[in-house]
């Protein structure tokens, strides 16, 4: 066998340039230097810069900062492109946390941490909307749910699941992430939940954003947040906590739906429910499990009069979605490498990463219009990264030189 060893520079990265053609012609990098202004004029990289270059590296593959310095030389052949290193990354990153906050409630010990990031989370909405993965004129289902990162950071409290993580709050709009606090693992899901919620609000409010439907796990079945949406009359579904079958069975008429899992699926609804003794929910939809002849009840608390029993169910089940939001951010966007050692920090790497995961849900959508025998909207990062960026390339002089085996020239118009 013979072997011919070239030293040519040649990009397996290829693709990423069909990226980058596309994401110069987007208002991405103008709204992260408005947002997070200039640096100091001795600065050699610009914010934008600075973000961009993870944000590309990511959608190259890269799952921790270090990867950069393995990629830098592939980017360092992008004719006008600033490729900082991972130290200039990190450091950029810590330059633009801002502190964690603390709160004690009365009548207990727990010592809550939250970091709440407000520029950052105004530009991840800015630019969420500028790509335009949600409707302009608001309406829409805002979503809201914690997750366990596990880890052992230098900050990190203990979870409700015995190891120690932080313990992020996510309101999401049409399954896009749109606003994100930081919180250390020992705050519980509804810990401050009512202030999150309307901090989540005036954020959508201020680019004129109006979900016309709030959906939420048990979490959010405070009278605090009832009396939040009940004042902005938003809409809601929630699924309740605390659920006592006995206050209302007499007056409920079930109806058989189908066999779930093993179960036999039975609901109904009551509309004259008290809860928490103050709260008067117009309206609380029963679901009935019921195997082997024991029994299990679950009740979801909803604003909305004009579905059926089990199409609130349905659309209260919809909230699964949210898990693969999730599961793709710790994996793919690198959520569960977190690369810094305080909650602050950390923060701004996840609302960075969580950019990158809606920039890569509009590349997504852009490339399967283009060459859909290529990129399906369905794909996850990895397979994005095999069938597109994964493409050999050479820059000479002016021109990008690409083997690959699809006409990528559509990519470049």
Not at 350 to 362: E, G, K, R, T
Request: include cysteine; charged fraction near 25%.
């Amino acid at each position: 066998m013979k072997v011919k060893i070239t030293n040519g520079k040649i990009n397996p990265f290829g693709g990423i340039n069909f990226i980058i053609h596309k994401l110069n012609q987007t208002n991405v990098v103008p709204l992260i230097d408005s947002a997070l202004g200039s640096r100091v004029k001795q600065a050699k990289y610009k914010y934008s810069e600075i973000i961009i270059a993870w944000i590309y590296s990511n959608l190259c593959g890269a799952r921790r900062l270090d990867n950069m310095k393995r990629l830098r030389k592939y980017f360092s052949h992008i004719p006008d492109f600033k490729y900082p290193s991972p130290e200039r990354v990190s450091d950029v990153f810590r330059e633009l946390a801002v502190p964690t906050e603390e709160f004690t409630p009365p009548k207990t010990n727990v010592n809550h941490q939250l970091n709440i990031n407000g520029a950052f989370n105004d530009l991840l909405l800015d630019i969420s909307q500028s790509l335009g993965l949600f409707p302009k004129k608001g309406g829409g289902v805002m979503d809201y749910d914690n997750t366990i990162i596990a880890n052992q950071k230098c900050d990190a409290n203990h979870t409700y699941k015995q190891h120690t993580g932080y313990q992020p709050g996510v309101t999401l709009l049409d399954g896009v992430p749109v606003y994100i606090e930081g919180r250390n693992g020992n705050s519980a899901a509804k810990a401050y939940i009512e202030d999150t919620i309307a901090r989540s609000f005036e954020h959508l409010s201020r680019l004129g954003l109006k979900p016309s439907l709030f959906r939420s796990d048990a979490a959010a079945s405070k009278a605090e947040v009832l009396s939040y949406l009940h004042k902005q009359k938003i809409g809601y579904i929630i699924r309740m906590g605390k659920f006592s079958p006995q206050r209302c069975l007499e007056h409920l008429q079930w109806k058989f739906h189908k066999k779930y899992k093993g179960f036999d699926l039975e609901m109904a609804s009551s509309y004259t429910y008290l809860y928490a003794g103050k709260i008067d929910l117009p309206r609380v939809v029963v679901v009935k499990y019921t195997k082997e002849g024991k029994s299990m009840y679950r009740a979801i608390m909803t604003s909305i009069m004009d579905l059926s029993d089990h199409e609130i169910w349905k659309l209260y089940n919809k909230r699964g979605g949210i898990e693969r939001v999730f599961d793709e951010l710790k994996n793919h966007f690198n959520w569960g490498r977190l690369p810094f050692s305080f909650l602050n920090t950390n923060t701004v790497f996840m609302l960075v990463s969580a950019i990158a995961y809606n920039i890569f849900q509009y590349l997504k959508t852009w490339a399967a219009k283009k060459v859909p025998h290529v990129v399906q909207k369905k794909y996850r990062l990895e397979k994005f990264i095999y069938n597109l960026i994964r493409v050999n390339s050479k820059w000479v002089e002016e021109t990008l030189e690409i083997s690959c085996e699809f006409d990528c020239t559509v990519l470049l118009r």
